[in-house]
């Protein structure tokens, strides 16, 4: 029903910004709250950033809080994230995730994922 594509990874070095994209299809994504969850190897998966059912409440974990800014598209089509400042510890997979809650930054809650887009900081 819900399928989402991840882009935007790459290598970059300490210091380094990029943004992430996540494009969403399948279900008007304005009905969709959006998350995005990263893991590295060897660590279990954790929340980064979500952003709530119409956009109106976001929110960001404190190990990425005032660096990584999240947000939507007009159209609910595409979900960003906005990643400045990078240290050698934000290197992960990065996941986008949709749920049907209002608004959650637990991974349990979102049915969808998408497959993932490598972040690499240098030092």
């Known amino acids: 029903q819900v399928q989402l594509v991840e882009s935007g990874g790459g290598l970059v070095q300490a210091g380094g910004s990029l943004r992430l994209s996540c494009a969403a299809s399948?279900?008007?994504?304005?009905?969709?709250?959006m998350g995005w969850f990263r893991q590295a190897p060897g660590k279990e998966r954790e929340f980064v950033a979500a952003?709530?059912?119409?956009?109106?409440?976001?929110g960001y974990a404190d190990s990425v809080k005032g660096r990584f800014t999240i947000s939507r598209d007009n159209a609910y089509t595409t979900e960003y994230l906005q990643m400045n400042n990078l240290k050698p510890e934000d290197t992960a997979l990065y996941y986008c995730?949709?749920?049907?809650?209002?608004?959650?930054?637990?991974?349990?809650?979102?049915?969808?994922w998408g497959h993932g887009t490598q972040v690499t900081v240098s030092s």
């Open positions: 399948g279900r008007t994504s304005s009905r969709l709250s």
């Open positions: 952003i709530s059912r119409g956009g109106f409440r976001s």
């Open positions: 995730a949709a749920s049907d809650v209002l608004y959650s930054e637990n991974g349990a809650r979102y049915e969808y």
